[in-house]
């Protein structure tokens, strides 16, 4: 019943102070792999200020599209 990958959060911990490129590298993996909650403004930012593709986000996607 529960929208959280528990198996991935326990083998993905997010760093403590990460690196923005930490924080990118975690949420990648992360939306692909849990729908908990959609990705932060802030590091869809440091995506789209490096030129980079938004990964496509797992939280957004609708069931019933
Ligand atoms: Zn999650």
Redesign the pocket.
């Known amino acids: 019943m529960s929208k ?2 528990r198996q ?2 326990e083998a993905n911990p997010m760093p403590k102070n990460p690196t923005p490129e930490q924080r990118m590298a975690w949420h990648t993996g ?1 939306t692909a792999n ?4 959609a990705m932060p403004a802030g590091v869809i930012r440091l995506f789209t200020e490096r030129g980079l593709p938004v990964p496509e986000q797992l939280a957004l996607k609708h069931s019933d599209g």
């Open positions: 959280l990958n991935w959060h992360h849990c729908p908990c909650r």
